[in-house]
């Protein structure tokens, strides 16, 4: 039996270890919080510091694990290094050390044909701010996840603001400054790569709060986009990852496209979170993406399943203070055959500043003949 080494016992954690148990493969958690979601369904679970690099390759040596799957940002580099200190498959630990960060990449990337990216600025606190003609700019962590710290700001007299909740959260000293791009639209790619090959498996397409924190409301499978707009898609994300370096395993690379231009927004070495991954994409295309991510770290990817994916219409609508319009349909959708799984917290809509995919009101659908029409059902008497 294969021996799965999972780092970090969250939500998608949970995931992984599920899918993992039904392929009948040995899961180990590793985590210090030991009523975490993730510690609940594994086969085994380490009460080890996921940054504790040499404890976890000494665990994992001595359990003789077959593969090492990151989970969030933050477990990306410990699970590399891991990985490779194992001779197990997995990208270069330089790599994964500065996938996570955002100036490195847009350095790294600022020559590829067809691809776009917004001035920016590197700060490492309000004692440099850098000078600044133009606004609106967004700030961001340098290295954070889930749209934390993020702020949209419309003219110098936020700015140190923004820079010091940005400062907070990051997980690298310093933050990014980036023109605000207020046009187009706002995407998401979905990839799983293996020994250098890149394979795009689905684009999702984006509902966005807008400033200040842009948080994403809605994800919607497969993307709006005409065949050639997807083609040119996939194009430049592979080449974004053939630079960036990386080889081995899942990638959510988060894109804008202004009039036929792809702007690069930011890259993460790992799957989409706030259901993208799982279940939407396995919806959506039919193929099990937990599955192939799990196959790469083992080295057993079966390639032959990635092509002639199925076309079939999947989202997530998240019913928030922010999409209130939306509570009607929230509340009567157990009717619609559309329905997938429906995710209840209270009666009360709340707002969200950075994107929380569980612990919010949402409901998924799914569809293999067509998108429901949701403009329509918004005005539908449900009396």
Same mark, same amino acid.
């Given at each position: 039996?294969?021996?799965?080494?999972?780092?970090?016992?969250?939500?998608?954690?949970?995931?992984?270890?599920?899918?993992?148990?039904?392929?009948?493969?040995?899961?180990?958690?590793?985590?210090?919080?030991?009523?975490?979601?993730?510690?609940?369904?594994?086969?085994?679970?380490?009460?080890?510091?996921?940054?504790?690099?040499?404890?976890?390759?000494?665990?994992?040596?001595?359990?003789?694990?077959?593969?090492?799957?990151?989970?969030?940002?933050?477990?990306?580099?410990?699970?590399?290094?891991?990985?490779?200190?194992?001779?197990?498959?997995?990208?270069?630990?330089?790599?994964?050390?500065?996938?996570?960060?955002?100036?490195?990449?847009?350095?790294?990337?600022?020559?590829?044909?067809?691809?776009?990216?917004? =001035?920016?600025?590197?700060?490492? !606190? @309000?004692? #440099?701010? &850098?000078?600044?003609?133009?606004?609106?700019? /967004?700030?961001?962590? *340098?290295?954070?996840?889930?749209?934390?710290?993020?702020?949209?700001?419309?003219?110098?007299?936020?700015?140190?603001?923004?820079?010091?909740?940005?400062?907070?959260?990051?997980?690298?000293?310093?933050?990014?400054?980036?023109?605000?791009?207020?046009?187009?639209?706002?995407?998401?790619?979905?990839?799983?790569?293996?020994?250098?090959?890149?394979?795009?498996?689905?684009?999702?397409?984006?509902?966005?709060?807008?400033?200040?924190?842009?948080?994403?409301?809605?994800?919607?499978?497969?993307?709006?986009?005409?065949?050639?707009?997807?083609?040119?898609?996939?194009?430049?994300?592979? =080449?974004?990852?053939?630079?960036? !370096? @990386?080889? #081995?395993? &899942?990638?959510?690379?988060?894109?804008?496209? /202004?009039?036929?231009? *792809?702007?690069?927004?930011?890259?993460?070495?790992?799957?989409?979170?706030?259901?993208?991954?799982?279940?939407?994409?396995?919806?959506?295309?039919?193929?099990?993406?937990?599955?192939?991510?799990?196959?790469?770290?083992?080295?057993?990817?079966?390639?032959?399943?990635?092509?002639?994916?199925?076309?079939?219409?999947?989202?997530?609508?998240?019913?928030?203070?922010?999409?209130?319009?939306?509570?009607?349909?929230?509340?009567?959708?157990?009717?619609?055959?559309?329905?997938?799984?429906?995710?209840?917290?209270?009666?009360?809509?709340?707002?969200?500043?950075?994107?929380?995919?569980?612990?919010?009101?949402?409901?998924?659908?799914?569809?293999?003949?067509?998108?429901?029409?949701?403009?329509?059902?918004?005005?539908?008497?449900?009396?």
């Amino acid at each position: 039996m294969d021996k799965l080494a999972i780092i970090g016992t969250g939500y998608m954690a949970r995931i992984i270890a599920n899918r993992a148990k039904e392929l009948n493969i040995e899961t180990h958690c590793f985590s210090i919080d030991e009523h975490s979601v993730a510690g609940e369904v594994c086969d085994f679970f380490h009460n080890v510091n996921i940054l504790d690099i040499d404890a976890l390759t000494e665990v994992c040596r001595k359990i003789d694990v077959n593969g090492v799957v990151a989970t969030t940002e933050l477990t990306i580099y410990p699970a590399s290094v891991v990985a490779k200190r194992l001779g197990l498959n997995g990208n270069d630990e330089t790599v994964s050390k500065e996938v996570t960060d955002k100036t490195i990449i847009r350095r790294k990337v600022k020559n590829i044909e067809e691809l776009f990216q917004p =001035r920016f600025w590197i700060c490492g !606190g @309000i004692q #440099d701010i &850098p000078k600044i003609n133009n606004y609106p700019v /967004i700030v961001k962590p *340098i290295a954070a996840g889930g749209k934390r710290g993020i702020s949209v700001v419309k003219t110098s007299d936020n700015i140190k603001t923004a820079i010091t909740e940005a400062l907070s959260v990051s997980k690298v000293k310093g933050v990014l400054i980036e023109e605000f791009l207020s046009d187009g639209q706002e995407y998401s790619v979905e990839s799983l790569s293996y020994h250098g090959s890149h394979y795009i498996i689905q684009v999702t397409q984006k509902d966005s709060s807008g400033p200040p924190h842009c948080v994403e409301l809605g994800h919607h499978q497969p993307a709006e986009l005409l065949h050639e707009m997807r083609k040119k898609v996939e194009k430049v994300v592979s =080449r974004i990852l053939t630079t960036v !370096g @990386i080889t #081995d395993g &899942p990638c959510h690379t988060e894109i804008k496209i /202004i009039d036929g231009k *792809i702007y690069l927004i930011e890259l993460n070495g790992r799957p989409g979170g706030d259901h993208i991954a799982y279940p939407l994409t396995e919806l959506s295309t039919g193929y099990p993406y937990i599955t192939g991510i799990i196959q790469v770290a083992l080295n057993k990817l079966d390639e032959t399943q990635l092509k002639n994916f199925e076309k079939n219409y999947s989202g997530v609508h998240f019913v928030t203070t922010q999409t209130a319009y939306m509570k009607p349909i929230f509340d009567n959708c157990e009717t619609e055959q559309w329905l997938y799984y429906k995710n209840k917290v209270s009666d009360k809509l709340s707002p969200i500043t950075h994107n929380d995919g569980f612990n919010t009101n949402y409901f998924i659908y799914y569809s293999r003949e067509k998108k429901p029409n949701f403009e329509d059902m918004k005005g539908k008497n449900y009396e």
